[in-house]
């Protein structure tokens, strides 16, 4: 056990007059601290705080005769400042190095800033696109064609006088190949590619995009002739001035150098611009005008013979099942685009591929169609009171879509229920020559109203009013839309000609910030709700007429639905017809469309 130390009296005691183990054999006192260390006769050694510059100590000592040495720390205390005042230093030279670098880095990084990041891709065999492979927009691929020509014999244009378009827009919706076509050129006539999306040369400084402009044109001009593709042009290219105070300053800058780089490469000097878009009617009027974008090629969604041709082209390099039929796979794909169409044949390859079979079959093509259409397959469900609510439901829709001539031909009804709380659904194709023309009767529009209000019509008739479900929510969505664009835009209701409501305003919010009212009187504006309910409601009304009376279809067919839980679209109008010839002899309410 440690013994405490001695008080200053108890040592001055002990020092005269020790005893035992309490003889002191030295001491060592330490001036800068102030303090003594006792060494006893037996080996301890404690230590005792004293006064500075303490005389009674060392008189005591001295006539006790006891030894008393004084240790200099003045030494040591240097010794120690220096090492701490060294390591200080050290340690501000180190993080002013640090800082120094830092910036340096950041100076660097800025500077770089104006650099464009083009990816190029080098001439002949990296472009490996050519236009084989860009398959239904054949018009498109026509006309560049040209390009083409131009890139690969100049002589011929210029013997004559003629001006390549320096700048070719290629507008249509996302996916449907103009990428594709823009590399197939460069491809095709062996040039090198740079692309860009336009949305990368904007930073957050100003000045940063039109330093990247003029980089990528430098980059281009030196390696003319070339082909640089500006992807999503609409990013930098929109309407200057608009925008809420007055617009983007970096974009409208990026854009002024664009311009400027457009007029100053010299006609024919073996550059060419693709820019693409899906907003045409955004784009500032100055890119379109001669000299720069002067040519506009519209890349539209492919028809079904140009759909065909697509899955041809992507079906080269994946092994199909003999029995597979690309022009059927055409018709059941309306409204897809290039892209979504190698994405059903990977997916469908993907699902080959787990299933451990050689080939891609018509199975796997269809489960593929509808993960992508309907999303994941979630479990069946069990045998409820829900499953039949839904079996009524989508009965519903379909039954209706067969009765009605103006609407959709059923593609096939099912109880498979999807991720995401779809119960089931019937699903409709849309007519090809209605989808390829653009072209929309309110017939047509009429009956789709209808055919979306036979699920709640369904509830209605079989369960009665006050068991409906939410589950027609995304009909009545649906109804809604169509009914307000009938009456706003299409001009097919009582409210007459006129077209209340335009779209492709929101683009530019803050733009008509001042005229952000419609364009019509609050007293129009109710007559157009009322229009709207009217419109939904006597949709509701015919979806019931017609269903009422076909009370013992719909059990048949419900009874068959959760038996097999899809039937196809056929085997299902088969059935009605069927029934329906039987009725006609007993009298039953005709059909209006
Ligand atoms: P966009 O630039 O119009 O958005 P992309 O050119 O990037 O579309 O197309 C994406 C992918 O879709 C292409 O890489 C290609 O595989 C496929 N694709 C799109 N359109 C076609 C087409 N007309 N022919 C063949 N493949 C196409």
Redesign the pocket.
């Known amino acids: 056990m440690r013994t405490p130390p001695p008080s200053y009296s108890q040592l001055l005691q002990q020092i005269r007059h020790g005893e035992g183990p309490n003889r002191i054999k030295d001491l060592e006192l330490s001036m800068a601290q102030r303090q003594v260390t006792v060494t006893y006769s037996d080996g301890r050694r404690v230590q005792v705080p004293v006064f500075s510059n303490d005389q009674v100590l060392l008189r005591t000592a001295q006539e006790a005769r006891i030894p008393l040495s004084v240790r200099d720390d003045r030494q040591d205390e240097a010794t120690a400042s220096l090492v701490a005042n060294g390591l200080l230093l050290l340690l501000l030279f180190g993080g002013l190095a640090l800082l120094i670098r830092r910036s340096a880095q950041v100076a660097n990084r800025a500077m770089g800033f104006g650099r464009s990041q083009a990816r190029m891709v080098q001439p002949e065999a990296a472009v490996p696109v050519r236009f084989e ?5 054949n018009e498109a691929k026509e006309e560049l064609q040209e390009v083409v020509t131009f890139l690969k014999e100049p002589e011929r244009f210029t013997a004559v006088g003629a001006k390549i378009p320096k700048g070719v827009l ?1 507008v ?10 823009a590399k197939a050129i460069a491809g095709e006539a062996g040039v090198p590619f740079f692309s860009m999306a336009a949305s990368e040369f904007v930073e957050l400084f100003v000045g940063v995009g039109a330093s990247r402009v003029r980089d990528l044109f430098r980059r281009a001009k030196e390696k003319a002739p070339c082909i640089v593709f500006i ?1 999503e042009i609409d990013a930098v290219g929109r309407q200057r001035g608009a925008g809420i105070g007055g617009g983007n300053d970096e974009r409208e800058q990026t854009l002024n150098q664009l311009l400027t780089e457009m007029d100053g490469f010299a006609e024919n000097s073996g550059v060419i611009l693709l820019a ?1 878009t899906n907003r045409p009617d955004v784009l500032d009027a100055a890119l379109m005008r001669p000299g720069r974008f002067d040519r506009r090629i519209h ?1 539209d969604l ?1 028809d079904r013979k ?1 759909r065909e ?2 899955l041809a ?2 079906a080269r390099s994946r092994p199909l099942d003999a029995a597979v039929s690309l022009g059927d796979w055409a018709s059941r794909t309306p409204g897809f ?3 979504d ?2 994405n059903l044949l990977n997916e469908a390859a993907i699902l080959t591929a787990r299933r451990e079979r050689a080939t891609i079959d018509d199975q796997a093509l269809t489960d593929a169609l509808e993960r992508i259409t309907m999303g994941l397959s979630a479990a069946p469900l069990q045998d409820s009171a829900k499953k039949r609510l839904i079996a009524y439901h989508e009965i519903g829709h379909a039954l209706l879509t067969t009765l009605l001539p103006a609407a959709d031909r059923l593609d096939k009804v099912t109880l498979l229920p999807r991720a995401g709380g779809v119960g089931g659904f019937a699903r409709t194709m849309p007519d090809e020559d209605v989808l390829d023309s653009g072209l929309i009767s309110k017939a047509y529009l009429c009956a789709r109203m209808v055919v979306a209000m036979g699920g709640r019509a369904a509830e209605l008739v079989v369960f009665g009013p006050s068991e409906v479900t939410q589950g027609a929510q995304g009909d009545l969505e649906l109804v809604s839309r169509i009914g307000r664009e009938m009456v706003t835009r299409y001009g097919f209701s009582s409210l007459g000609p006129v077209a209340l409501e335009a779209d492709g305003a929101e683009v530019f919010l803050g733009r008509d910030w001042l005229r952000s009212e419609p364009h019509y009187s609050r007293e129009t504006g109710n007559r157009i709700d009322a229009q709207v309910q009217q419109l939904a409601r006597q949709a509701l009304d015919q979806a019931v007429a017609l269903l009422q009376p076909r009370r013992a279809l719909m059990d048949e067919l419900v009874t068959l639905l959760i038996e097999t839980e899809t039937i196809e679209g056929p085997a299902f109008s088969a059935i009605v017809e069927r029934r329906e010839a039987q009725e006609l002899t007993a009298g039953a309410p005709a059909i209006t469309a």
């Open positions: 492979d860009v398959a239904g927009i290629l249509g919706p996302p996916g449907t190949g103009k990428t594709l076509l992807d693409a890349v492919p140009g041709a697509i082209v992507h685009s290039g892209a169409l190698s």
